[in-house]
Every structure is written in structure tokens, then in C-alpha cells.
């Protein structure tokens, strides 16, 4: 059904959608993204699921946008660069919104957009050893349509401290940054999400959707003319110097103009 992801359900009502580009690190190509938000759709309106486990195969979790997919975002006309940038956001709404628990299982590294996904979780458990970092700055980009999520997670005076330096992170970093909820051994991992997913088994279905969707009708508002701007932004970023001269410096395997001697 799905070439990007693939989904397993469990007899108590427990789905894991799997990321499924391993040997991309999971990257999140044009059709992943559409897929994603397909597969929130069809887990969100599933009477028999009960909790969703968001994971990954592989060494990573997420690498961040595919950069194949940015290059064609930037020969793109300004139109395709638009429907391209709001396909991206609407998965990052459609994972947030989904009314089921959605848990993140962060078995590996997690960059850009892997940071976005892990924010639209309720909850996210890191494996150790697993580095993170926002770090769309060192392409010329900016965190735009998973903006939103990262500082609902992380609140700003947390956000800004990582937001716009690229700077690499460890696990435990993003537990104090409240990006993780917690970090445990590697091998502890499964462990620690069937810890967060028990409960939910007692709890009743439509008392736990109706429960998020309070916390989110009383946490930080995000809202189409929210969206709609970050949106706008990314457009505006992918059509600007910077970005075409930061993906170009990367395919050609040299440094950007703007990296300091020894940077």
C-alpha cells in the first residue's frame, strides 16, 4: 500500500507506522510526505486502533527533508514550490491533530523535519546515543513548516538555545530541552514505549481523543493563518540566494561561502 512507510497492527489496537527509507536514514522524500499524511488519515478514522507508535527502520529515525526532493523544490515554479511546501505542513497538521496517542519511538539520529515529527508526537522516548539538531541554517533554509511544533514542544526560551545554530545535540540534551519526555539504553527502548502505550488500553477511546483535543485547544494555537505563514516563509527562503548557493555547495561537496575558516 505504501512504498515509504508501512503500517503493523497489533490484536490490542496498538499500530506502529514504520518509516521506511532506511537506507536514506528515512529522509522525507515528495512521496513520503504524502504518504504520511495518508496514513494519519486512515489511522485516525480506524474504530479498531487505539494508539499509534510513530518509528522507524534503520539507523536513524529522520535525516531531515530528502535533498533530492529540496532540488526540485528549487527549479520548481513558484506555484509548485507552494502546493509542495503546504503538502509538508499538512502531514506535520495531519500527524499532530490525529486524535488516537501518537507516541514516538526514537530508536536514532534525528535532523530537520525528524525534529518536526518527533514535536507533533504526545510523547517521545530516545534511545541513547542518538544526536539531533535543527539544521536547515547550514543549507541556506530555515525550520519553517515544522516551526509551530518544534516551539510548542519546546517552548522559546528551550527553542532558541538550537533553533537557528545547527548546532548537533545529544539525547540527553533533548530530554532537558523537553523535546524527549525520556532517554533510555537502547535495548531498553521497546520497553519504555510499551510503558507509555499500557495505559491507553484502560483509558476509554473517545474521553482520550476528546482529552487532546483540549490540550491542544488550550496549549499554543496553531491555526491555518499560523501555518499559512510559515508556509510563506519556507516559499520565500526556497527562492532566496542562500538556499540555492547552501543546496548547490552541498551536491558539489564543498563548503557555502558564509562557513568561517575552520567552521
Known amino acids: 500500500m505504501y512504498e515509504t512507510l508501512s503500517i ?4 490490542r489496537g496498538v499500530a506502529t507506522l514504520w ?6 536514514h528515512n529522509a522525507m522524500s515528495g512521496e513520503m510526505i504524502e504518504e504520511l499524511s495518508s496514513a ?16 522507524a527502520r534503520g539507523k536513524s529515525f529522520c535525516a531531515g527533508g530528502d535533498l533530492r526532493w529540496m532540488q526540485e523544490q528549487m527549479a520548481a515554479t513558484a506555484g509548485q514550490r507552494r502546493a509542495g511546501a503546504r503538502k509538508l505542513a499538512m502531514a506535520l497538521y495531519a500527524l499532530n491533530t490525529m486524535s ?26 530516545g ?12 543549507l541556506g533554509l530555515i525550520p519553517a513548516t515544522i516551526s509551530p511544533y518544534v516551539l510548542a514542544r519546546m517552548g522559546e526560551t528551550h527553542a532558541r538555545k538550537v533553533f537557528m545554530s545547527a548546532r548537533i545535540f545529544d539525547a540527553q540534551e533533548a530530554e532537558k530541552l523537553d523535546l524527549l519526555a525520556r532517554v533510555v539504553p537502547g535495548d531498553q527502548l521497546d520497553e519504555a514505549i510499551e510503558a507509555e502505550v499500557r495505559p491507553y488500553l484502560s483509558a476509554a477511546p473517545g474521553a482520550v481523543a476528546e482529552s487532546k483535543r483540549l490540550a491542544r485547544m488550550l496549549g499554543p494555537r496553531i491555526t491555518p493563518e499560523i501555518i499559512d505563514a510559515t508556509i510563506d516563509r519556507l516559499v520565500q527562503t526556497w527562492e532566496g540566494a542562500e538556499a540555492k548557493e547552501g543546496i548547490a555547495a552541498f551536491f558539489d561537496k564543498r563548503p ?7 567552521g
Open 100 to 125: 488516537k496517542p501518537l507516541i514516538a519511538r526514537v530508536q536514532g539520529n534525528a535532523f530537520g523535519g525528524g525534529i518536526g515529527m518527533m514535536s507533533v508526537a504526545d510523547v517521545a522516548i
Open 256 to 262: 557555502a561561502p558564509w562557513v568561517a575558516p575552520g
Open 40 to 55: 494519519a488519515k486512515a489511522l485516525d478514522e480506524d474504530a479498531g486502533v487505539r494508539v499509534v507508535v510513530l518509528a
Open 8 to 11: 503493523e497492527t497489533d490484536t
Open 19 to 24: 518509516l521506511d527509507r532506511a537506507d536514506k
Open 127 to 138: 534511545a541513547e546515543g542518538a544526536k539531533f539538531g535543527l539544521t536547515e541554517v547550514k
